[in-house]
């Protein structure tokens, strides 16, 4: 037994690392570039891609082609803001998930887990519905209060029933969420009945299963930072999170700051997820299953892992809203119907895949 | 003194688990922990790790208060193997031995050759060398045991703690593991069951519902009249005459003394 180990680095091989790493993220900007043109590009009018590249370089760079205003406009303030804000969220919810289901061991875990969904509904009908703020509050602004309250009683919660999120206490998190979604869930159910009318009902209905109709530029600069943000803040922890997989007293002996780590993460998702969740609504199916499918392509370790859970759901969710706006001709069917549609049979495909590979 | 414990106790819902107990373990030795099931050899152990805070008195790393030092210092000097760990992730043995560099890697230190090289003489260590590509949840009890070491001689730790080692494994790996604990050049305490393998510890302390009962070297430690008091058995010692080390034979209480002349050594 020796614990004598050369010390000399073979430089070139760790070059050769850093090289693949800035080649890896030039290829997935590129990704993102082609799937959020193509977000501008198709839909109920086609609009051809050279419009788009001379939009963005008017928009932009000052370049002045002169185009039909009226396609420059709809690229411009409805498609590409679109586009972008659904790239945002599907990472933020895609990483969400896997952070959760790591740092819970659980592979059910997804964003909403925590009863974020469930409080966001509950804020976005008593605006909507009960008229709190007096019309001053706008419902994204409802919902996230919501979204925030309800994860703030879901970790009370977790605390009082034992551990909080300590070592022990990664049962009792989820339990929790499953109660305070059930709570919030229940109370939006009663203010529907009681006070809603039909066409109310409707809009919550469709808000609910996630809608991308009312993004514009404003919601880009908050959804973009706080989707980069927080997928960074996950991807710095990605040996921690690593290090969660034979459970957290393994972690702590291979010296994570367990109790730190877990506040951190957990508090993070629930940031992303509820300024998307109070943009967009709730888009289910993202966050469960887009990390399993990206572990199936390049396995467990987060720092493969994360950058390609976020970069798949970005692509996932554009696609998905291309499809929502054109599957029925002058229909926008919710797109978290889309997500489902397609996520369900996908998730399928990969579980009896995976079984085969064992 | 390497690491010591100091009066320390530990309590949930009013009963105490560890009660008292104040060790030092010196350095470079091997220091077996003993006792009969429920005795607080776990929890003892998990204290010594850091991992658990104990209810009442300190553990001390190099002279210092080890609450007050971060986890990575701490996981830098010191590994520690848990019973019972396992993951439903679809991780490799490679992947799982890897994680052992984690309190040495950074932002400002990535992942180096000098980290693979490392990882690859834990991984032939424990004799798993072959099998760096094997899903988890493919391994046996024992194979999974060898990873979880190679994991901890990863971490290149100057303390090794290590809780029930053997269990789950053939006698073979038994003897593998225990010899190549024994070898390493660094200070181990072991919680075991089997005292006949305590007897190749340097020292040992036996627990009883919670306390420290001895602690010294095995032969002095583990009498008939201890065995009798601790672990309720009969105990008779014999002498393999291949080698003159004592075998302890066990029985339980109440059966009938056996001259330990009167058996008949078969070499046939």
Redesign the interface.
């Known amino acids: 037994m020796s614990f004598f180990v050369s010390d000399r680095a073979p430089a070139n091989r760790v070059s050769g690392y850093k090289r693949r790493i800035v080649l890896y993220c030039l290829g997935a900007l590129l990704l993102l570039l082609v799937a959020v043109a193509m977000g501008a590009a198709i839909g109920e009018t086609a609009i051809p891609l050279d419009v788009i590249g001379k939009t963005v370089a008017n928009r932009i760079f000052g370049a002045g082609y002169t185009l039909d205003p009226i396609e420059e406009g709809i690229v411009w303030s409805y498609r590409i803001s679109r586009a972008i804000v659904a790239a945002s969220c599907g990472a933020a919810l895609a990483v969400s998930g896997a952070v959760l289901q790591s740092l819970l061991r659980n592979p059910l875990a997804d964003p909403y887990l925590l009863g974020l969904s469930a409080g966001a509904s509950t804020g976005a009908v008593l605006v909507t519905v009960i008229g709190i703020g007096g019309g001053m509050v706008s419902l994204s602004v409802g919902a996230f209060w919501g979204a925030a309250l309800a994860f703030g009683l879901v970790a009370l919660l977790a605390k009082a029933a034992g551990g909080g999120v300590s070592a022990q206490g990664t049962g009792q998190i989820i339990l929790a969420g499953i109660a305070g979604s059930q709570l919030f869930n229940a109370l939006t159910s009663f203010i529907i009945t009681r006070s809603a009318n039909a066409e109310q009902a409707r809009g919550i209905m469709f808000w609910l299963l996630g809608n991308l109709s009312g993004v514009r530029w404003d919601d880009v600069w908050l959804a973009v930072p706080v989707a980069v943000g927080g997928v960074a803040v996950c991807i710095w922890h990605m040996r921690a999170l690593d290090a969660f997989a034979f459970g957290a007293d393994s972690a702590a002996s291979l010296g994570i700051p367990v109790r730190r780590v877990q506040v951190v993460l957990i508090a993070i998702t629930a940031l992303m997820t509820a300024v998307m969740v109070s943009l967009v609504g709730s888009i289910g199916f993202v966050g469960l299953v887009i990390p399993h499918a990206a572990r199936f392509l390049v396995g467990v370790r987060h720092g493969r892992l994360l950058p390609v859970t976020a970069l798949t759901g970005a692509v996932f969710l554009v696609i998905a809203d291309i499809v929502s706006r054109t599957a029925i001709p002058g229909q926008v069917v919710p797109i978290g119907v889309i997500t489902a549609l397609v996520g369900a049979p996908g998730f399928a495909l990969i579980l009896i895949r995976g079984r085969r590979m064992r | 003194m390497m690491l010591r414990a100091e009066n320390l106790g530990w309590t949930v819902r009013s009963t105490a688990i560890v009660r008292d107990i104040s060790l030092s373990v010196r350095e470079g030795e091997m220091l077996g922990i003993l006792g009969p099931n429920g005795s607080g050899k776990s929890t003892l152990m998990?204290m010594l790790?850091?991992?658990l805070a104990p209810s009442s008195g300190t553990v001390t790393l190099k002279g210092q208060p080890m609450a007050a030092l971060?986890?990575?210092?701490?996981?830098?000097i010191?590994?520690?193997v848990?019973q019972h760990?396992?993951?439903?992730?679809?991780?490799?043995v490679q992947?799982?031995v890897e994680?052992?560099r984690?309190?040495w890697?950074s932002?400002i230190e990535?992942w180096?050759?000098?980290d693979d090289?490392?990882v690859g003489?834990a991984l032939a260590?424990v004799d798993m060398a072959a099998m760096t590509k094997r899903?988890w949840?493919?391994l046996s009890g024992g194979e999974q045991q060898r990873v979880h070491l190679a994991r901890a001689l990863a971490?290149?730790p100057t303390i090794l703690l290590l809780d029930e080692p053997t269990n789950h494994l053939d006698i073979e790996h038994q003897l593998a593991i225990l010899g190549?604990v024994r070898?390493?050049?660094i200070t181990t305490v072991v919680a075991l069951h089997d005292l006949n393998q305590a007897m190749n510890c340097d020292r040992v302390a036996v627990l009883d519902g919670g306390r420290l009962v001895q602690i010294g070297p095995p032969s002095e430690v583990l009498t008939a009249q201890l065995m009798r008091e601790v672990f309720n058995v009969r105990a008779s010692f014999l002498v393999d005459p291949e080698d003159n080390s004592r075998v302890i034979r066990f029985q339980p209480l109440g059966t009938p003394a056996v001259n330990p002349t009167l058996i008949k050594e078969d070499h046939s």
């Open positions: 998990k790790a850091g991992i971060p986890r990575r210092s701490i996981a830098q010191l590994a520690f848990e760990a396992g993951t439903a992730e679809r991780i490799t992947d799982a994680l052992g984690t309190p890697l932002a990535p180096s050759p000098r090289a490392i003489r260590d899903l949840h493919t971490q290149q190549l070898a390493l050049p």
